[in-house]
């Protein structure tokens, strides 16, 4: 059984920072994808960022680009989430989700795009609220 686990987030002042992280166990080594999502309230699910775990390769979504940062630490299988010069549009529940890659993460980044991953494995959320 795969558990996603998460941890940071919090509440924070508009301009300031967070890190989200989330551990990944029980894939073999190197062979997953990591995906980040976030759900306002009252609003759709939406993927953020992802990232290969074999190259540390990752894609962002236009409106977090240049802010937000995902990063892996391998020996402990953890993916973070940094997040910079945040903004109240920023608040939302945050997940991470993660899955074997299949011939790489493409698959993942694309369903994020079309707005249904089929991604298995679910963290079980971290609010973010950016307030002042």
């Known amino acids: 059984q795969i558990q996603v686990t998460q941890s940071g987030g919090g509440s924070v002042q508009p301009g300031g920072s967070l890190r989200l992280s989330c551990v990944v166990p029980g894939f073999s080594a190197s062979q997953f994808c990591v995906g980040w999502f976030r759900q306002a309230p009252g609003g759709p699910r939406e993927g953020i960022a992802s990232?290969?775990?074999?190259?540390?390769?990752?894609v962002y979504k236009e409106s977090v680009k240049d802010r937000f940062t995902v990063s892996q630490d391998k020996a402990e299988n953890t993916v973070y989430l940094q997040m910079t010069n945040l903004k109240m549009e920023d608040s939302a529940m945050y997940y991470c989700?993660?899955?074997?890659?299949?011939?790489?993460?493409?698959?993942?980044?694309?369903?994020?795009?079309?707005?249904?991953?089929?991604?298995?494995?679910w963290g079980q959320g971290t609010q973010v609220t950016v307030s002042s």
């Open positions: 989700a993660a899955d074997a890659r299949h011939l790489g993460c493409d698959w993942l980044w694309i369903g994020m795009i079309v707005g249904s991953t089929g991604i298995g494995y």
């Open positions: 990232i290969d775990s074999l190259d540390g390769s990752t």
